[in-house]
C-alpha cells in the first residue's frame, strides 16, 4: 500500500491545492484508514459553511462495441469488445457546507432529481451486516438495501411513460445504491451532471459508460483511488481499475439485473478485451488487450429499433432445425474471433501496417457474412455495407444483436477523404446516423479540477462549469467543451493506464 501523505497546517487555498493532488497523484490508503475517512466529509478542514466542499472535478469514460463474436458467445464462444471514443462525462460540483442536499441531472434524457441527504437510509446501509467498503467484491444486490431505496426512487418521473420512467428510476437506483454503499451521513452536498455522446439503447454500452462514471467520482471523492498520473506503476493502476470496475458492476446490476460484466470492463480500462462465458452460472472469462491498436471507425445507426431477446431466439431456432450447420457457423465465427485475437497478440505496436489492416479487415467481412447467414442481418444494415463496399473504403460488419441497430466500418489506412465524404453524404441522404469515431481508446479518465487550458483565453484556463455543461448543444457542443474530440485528450485529462 503506498503511505498516507501528513501535511502541516496550512492556508486554506493551500489545502485545496494540495488536497486536489493528492486524489490524482497516487496516494493511497489502508482499508482502514480509508474507512475513517469515509465518516467525515471529504476535505473538512477549517472550512466556513460559505465554502464548497472540493473543486468540480470531471470524469469520463468510452462506449464499446462488438467487434467479433455476435451470438456465437450467446453459445459459449469467445467474443471480442473495444471501446470507442464516444464517451460519457459527469461533472462533480461541490456545494457549500450549510447545504445537504444531492442532485442528479442527466439532461440528455430528461432526468433531474435531488434529494435529502438526511433523509436518505444511512442507517440500514451502514448497519454491519450490510455496510460494504470500497474495497469489497459485491457480486450480488442486497434485496434488503434495494427495497430502502424504493421510497426514494419510486416517485420519479410518475408521470412519464412506462419506458421512460423505467430508465429513470433504474438510473436513480444505481447511482443512490452507489452513493449510499460508498459515502457516509457525513457526506458533502453535490450535483452530479452526466452528458454522454454515446447513443442510448443501441448495444454500445451507454449504461456501463456511466456506471464507470459514478463508481470513479464517489471513489475519488473518499480518496479510494490513487492516480492517474504520467508516472504511476502498471500494477497500482491495474488495482485502481479493479476497484472502479467491481462498482460499475454493482450500478450495472442495479440497471440490467444479470449483466455480463463486460461492458463496464471495457468502459474502465478501454482498449479491448477478449471474453467468454461458458456457463452463465459464473462470471465471463476476460482477457485484457492492451495492444489492441488504435482505428479510425465509421459507426452508423440504422434507425432501426431491434430486440436482442428476438434475434437470440431467431438463432436459438436456427440451432434446433438445422443442428449440425448452425454449429458448424458458430465454431467458425468463434475461430474467427480468436484469429483475430492471435492477430493483434502478436503484431507489434509499429507492426500495424497495410497487411495487418487486410487480414484485420478479411476477418471482419468474414464475420459479418456468418451473421448474415444466421439471420440477424437487415436490409439497412446491407444497405451500409454496399455504400462502404461500393466506396472501397473499409470492412464493415454489423456489431451487437443485429436486426437493425449498428455498423461499423474499419476504414482503410490513407482513405481518399472526397472518397469517404460523398460516402457520408449518401449515407446522410438515405436517414443513416453516423458517428465518427476511434476504436480502441482509453478507459476511464479524470479532469481535475475541471479546467482545460487548451486554447482558452480564461486566466488560468477554462472553468467547465454547470452552465457551460448544460448549454453544450450536442455531441460536438460536449466534446468542444470538455477538450476531447476525435480520439484526442484536451491538456489536463489523465488515464490509468495498466
Known amino acids: ?19 486536489s493532488k493528492m486524489l490524482v497523484n497516487g496516494n493511497g490508503t489502508t482499508p482502514g484508514q480509508d474507512h475513517e475517512r469515509e465518516k467525515r466529509p471529504y476535505g473538512m478542514m477549517h472550512r466556513t459553511a460559505s465554502l464548497p466542499m472540493m473543486p468540480a472535478f470531471m470524469v469520463s469514460a468510452p462506449g464499446k462495441v462488438i467487434v467479433f463474436g455476435e451470438h456465437a458467445v450467446v453459445h459459449g464462444k469467445a467474443a471480442m469488445a473495444a471501446a470507442i471514443s464516444l464517451r460519457s462525462y459527469l461533472l462533480v460540483t461541490a456545494l457549500s457546507k450549510s447545504r ?11 432526468l433531474v432529481h435531488t434529494w435529502d441527504i438526511d433523509a436518505l437510509p444511512w442507517t440500514i ?16 444486490l442486497d434485496p434488503e438495501l434495494l427495497a430502502a431505496l424504493e421510497p426514494h426512487v419510486s416517485t420519479i418521473s410518475k408521470g412519464e411513460r412506462p419506458e421512460i420512467r423505467k430508465i429513470h428510476q433504474s438510473s436513480a437506483s444505481a447511482f443512490l445504491y452507489l452513493f449510499l454503499s460508498l459515502s457516509s451521513p457525513s457526506t458533502c452536498a453535490c450535483i452530479y451532471t452526466l452528458r454522454s455522446t454515446i447513443p442510448i439503447g443501441a448495444g454500445l454500452g451507454s449504461s456501463a459508460s456511466i456506471s464507470v462514471c459514478l463508481s470513479t467520482a464517489l471513489l475519488l471523492q473518499i480518496r479510494a483511488l490513487a492516480g492517474p498520473h504520467p508516472d504511476q506503476p502498471g500494477d497500482e493502476a491495474k488495482v485502481q481499475l479493479e476497484r472502479i470496475n467491481r462498482w460499475a458492476f454493482v450500478a450495472e446490476m442495479c440497471i440490467h439485473g444479470n449483466p455480463s460484466g463486460v461492458d463496464n470492463t471495457v468502459a474502465s480500462a478501454g482498449k479491448a478485451v477478449l471474453f467468454r462465458r461458458e456457463d452463465y452460472r459464473k462470471p465471463p472469462t476476460v482477457v485484457p488487450l492492451r495492444d489492441f491498436p488504435e482505428l479510425p471507425l465509421l459507426l452508423v445507426d440504422t434507425k432501426v429499433s431491434r430486440s436482442t431477446a428476438a434475434e437470440v431466439a431467431k438463432v436459438s431456432s436456427l440451432i434446433k432445425v438445422h443442428p449440425a450447420v448452425s454449429s458448424m457457423m458458430l465454431d467458425t465465427i468463434d475461430a474467427v474471433t480468436q484469429s483475430a485475437y492471435e492477430l493483434i497478440a502478436s503484431t507489434p505496436r509499429d507492426g500495424h501496417d497495410d497487411r495487418f489492416m487486410q487480414r484485420l479487415g478479411d476477418l471482419i467481412r468474414i464475420n459479418h ?11 439497412r444494415l446491407e444497405r451500409i455495407r454496399e455504400l462502404v463496399d461500393h466506396a472501397g473504403i473499409g470492412w464493415t460488419k454489423l456489431t451487437g444483436a443485429g436486426g437493425g441497430g449498428c455498423a461499423i466500418t474499419m476504414l482503410k489506412p490513407d482513405v481518399d477523404m472526397n472518397t469517404l465524404s460523398t460516402l457520408l ?9 453516423i458517428y465518427r469515431t476511434i476504436l480502441g481508446g482509453e478507459g476511464v ?9 487548451n486554447d482558452s483565453e480564461e486566466e488560468g484556463g477554462e472553468d467547465i462549469d454547470q452552465e457551460k455543461f448544460l448549454k453544450a448543444v450536442g455531441n460536438d457542443g460536449v466534446e468542444r467543451l470538455v477538450g476531447v474530440r476525435d480520439g484526442n485528450r484536451g491538456d489536463g485529462w489523465q488515464f490509468w493506464k495498466a
Do not use: C, N
Open 1 to 19: 500500500m503506498a503511505s498516507v501523505r501528513v501535511s502541516r497546517p496550512v492556508s486554506r487555498d493551500v489545502q485545496q491545492q494540495q488536497q
Open 425 to 433: 453524404s449518401h449515407l446522410g441522404e438515405e436517414d443513416f446516423q
Open 369 to 379: 457474412g456468418l451473421l448474415v447467414s444466421l439471420g440477424v442481418s437487415h436490409p
Open 100 to 110: 445537504r442536499t444531492v442532485t442528479l441531472r442527466f439532461p440528455d434524457i430528461s
Open 445 to 453: 479518465g479524470v479532469l481535475w479540477p475541471a479546467v482545460l487550458k
Open 125 to 140: 446501509f451502514s448497519h454491519p451486516s450490510k455496510k460494504k467498503f470500497y474495497y469489497d467484491l459485491v457480486t450480488s
